[in-house]
């Protein structure tokens, strides 16, 4: 199975399994039943319209106008919108449980998406797919066209452990004791991190990321402990949301 290995800001390496064609090819079709659907429904709509009004298309053109305006414009932004509402998803690729992420390991921003979005004609419609297809087969990082151009790539979300089995958290816990404070400094984006180390740990016992993972963050925290390093994980990840959960 290919994957990508990406250094995070927090000098943190992260390894993903990327999606390949079969399972992007899948997603398309999701979506693509997702909007015949649509276009189903709104027809039907238009045509309860039309019969109670007694208009017929001869001579009220405005049916098929609306139509036209109601169809066309979701489906030329659909992907662009799911993108940046879904953080890289669009409804298929959630089902698929795929995702769209820049190279560098951060959320694609919205350029990228942008950039995605505009090379799909490129890829997809003009030539009926074949350069998206091929791009994907050849390409070490398997990104279609629109994602070598973006600095994008589509991966494999990993299924994730058991939040108990990950993550303690004390909010029901009146009386708990904060070990490291320190942890107030990261943001949500950072804890993310932490909690996809912990996960992938989890998942393959890989106790050397755990150790690397532990001391990069002692070192910007500034903490010191001989505390495990995948316990010390969990406690900050404890930590973290105790303090959060305090603030609101």
Known sequence: MNTIKIITTQ?????????????????????????????IIILIIINIFSDSTGHNEVNNP?????????VSIPFVLY??????G??????GKKL??????????????FGQYLTRWLFRLVDIFIFNGLPAFVSIIVSDKKQRIGDLVAGTTVIRLRSRAALQQTIYVPTDQPAYEVSFPEIVRFSDGDMQLVR??????????????????????????????EMEAFYFLQVLMADYNYLTSQSK
């Open 11 to 39: 000098n943190i390496e992260l390894e993903y399994d990327l999606a390949n064609v079969g399972e992007r090819l899948l997603a398309w079709l999701i979506d693509a039943a997702i909007f015949t659907v649509y276009f």
């Open 62 to 70: 405005w049916p098929q106008i609306t139509i036209s305006i109601l």
């Open 79 to 84: 992907n662009l919108a799911c993108d940046v």
């Open 86 to 91: 879904l953080n890289g998803q669009t409804f």
């Open 96 to 109: 698929m449980r795929i995702k769209v992420i820049s190279l560098n390991g951060d959320q694609a921003s």
């Open 196 to 225: 996809e180390v912990i996960n992938r740990v989890n998942q393959t016992g890989n106790i050397l990321l755990a150790q690397q993972t532990a001391e990069k963050i002692k070192q910007t925290l500034q903490i010191q402990t």
